[in-house]
């Protein structure tokens, strides 16, 4: 399925080697892996040609073919470490894939598996306002809650002191005055070929925000994977 003519390639990240929680993406949210909630949301989107996992463990890719990913290569050990960078990975599944299906994708969209809450309309909204804009890239946020923002943040200095990490005179107390701010929440990322292959960078000065006005959890610690399952149970009783 062609989107304008162009054609469209889901990455799915899952490297084996996360130390918070352990093959952290075969870990269960309901009755699913964190690999297999990517792949039923893949299923969903009609205006994705290709999706392909990355990664650089045998069960991992296991769970994602089972579940209908592709799998064509094993993602290599310098690009699996704690020090591997998104856009280094993501870059370097692109060119893969394209090697390998020997053709070219213009677009490319990020699904990581550790955002078991995302849902097909996310990735189909971010897609549509990247296409639909002369954007390079689009991406998911969600508004920050008041007191995460910078006007309630502090910092210690070396005398074990509070400091405001604003100037005083731009610190406001009040959460009514507080502006909103957003941040990204790893939903889902879309980047023109160009922007990511050509210029290295996902998210540059022509980058769309996709507000997801519900809540959403991305996996680092086992605290937000408890979360997550409970927040994913909650959804499927209410309908």
Wanted: with cysteine.
């Amino acid at each position: 399925m062609m989107v304008e003519g162009l054609g469209v390639l889901a990455v799915v990240p899952a490297r084996g080697g996360s130390k918070g929680i352990p093959l952290k993406n075969l870990r269960l949210v309901g009755d699913r892996s964190l690999v297999a909630h990517v792949a039923c949301v893949v299923r969903e989107i009609i205006s994705i040609d290709a999706a392909i996992l990355s990664t650089d463990d045998v069960q991992i890719a296991e769970e994602g073919e089972r579940h209908g990913l592709e799998v064509p290569f094993m993602r290599p050990a310098q690009l699996s470490d704690d020090d591997a960078g998104s856009m280094e990975v993501w870059r370097h599944a692109w060119l893969q894939t394209e090697a390998i299906h020997g053709r070219t994708y213009d677009v490319s969209v990020l699904l990581e598996p550790t955002s078991p809450l995302r849902r097909a309309s996310d990735v189909e909204r971010t897609i549509q306002a990247l296409l639909e804009s002369d954007a390079d890239c689009a991406f998911t946020v969600s508004r920050t809650q008041a007191h995460y923002t910078p006007q309630k943040t502090l910092l210690i200095n070396s005398n074990g002191f509070t400091e405001f990490y604003l100037p005083v005179s731009q610190v406001e107390t009040t959460r009514q005055r507080i502006p909103p701010y957003f941040h990204r929440n790893g939903i889902c990322y879309a980047v023109r070929r160009h922007q990511l292959i050509e210029c290295g960078q996902i998210v540059g000065n022509r980058s769309l925000p996709v507000v997801i006005d519900r809540p959403v959890v991305n996996i680092d610690e086992p605290f937000e994977l408890e979360l997550a399952d409970w927040l994913y149970r909650r959804q499927c009783s209410s309908g």
